[in-house]
């Protein structure tokens, strides 16, 4: 078996080795507005105070990540009593730690990092984001109690938050990625 895998370790190598170098870049053009173009970067960097908003939009999301878990968990639980009693204690549990990642992020998140209409998004993103830290600690108390009104609470502040996210992301040019909650209420 060794001896196996060092034969395709060395078939790999010598595969490696044969394949022919990168095509060489074309030559540059002559026309002053296509260098132009070229060098005109698509993005601009952000700015030191956009980078530690993102920081803190990305910390928090992480609690918001433990959220969107919580819910699934009681959502899929199905008809069972049991599923639906560890599910509804293990939410309690994941709103009172997503509440710090949270409440973490949301301190880097400053709205005058960005002006125009992105502000407005990145506003209505940290105010979104702000209900959210304020439900924590009411879902906390009441996920075990009355599991499924928390979780439909839950569920429709998470969708809100949601849908601010993607236009915040739109509105900065990043990709638009498919972090909807991929539960049905």
Not at 7 to 15: G, I, K, Q, S
Not at 163 to 185: E, Y
């Amino acid at each position: 078996m060794r001896g196996f895998a060092l034969l395709l370790c060395m078939l790999a190598a010598t595969a490696a080795a044969q394949q022919p170098p990168p095509p060489s870049p074309p030559p540059e053009s002559t026309h002053a507005e296509s260098t132009h173009a070229e060098s005109t970067p698509l993005f601009a960097a952000p700015t030191p105070a956009q980078a530690r908003y993102l920081q803190g939009l990305r910390t928090a999301g992480r609690g918001v990540a433990q959220l969107r878990d919580g819910a699934a968990r009681v959502t899929n639980s199905g008809g069972d009593s049991l599923r639906l009693l560890l599910a509804s204690r293990r939410l309690g549990g994941l709103c009172g730690a997503a509440r710090g990642f949270m409440v973490t992020g949301r301190s880097r998140m400053l709205v005058t990092a960005y002006e125009d209409s992105t502000g407005l998004r990145a506003r209505r993103l940290v105010a979104l984001l702000d209900t959210l830290i304020r439900y924590t600690p009411i879902c906390e108390a009441n996920a075990a109690k009355q599991p499924d009104s928390t979780t439909t609470r839950l569920l429709a502040e998470l969708r809100a938050y949601d849908a601010a996210l993607r236009d915040f992301r739109a509105a900065i040019g990043l990709p638009i990625h498919n972090g909807d909650i991929k539960v049905s209420r």
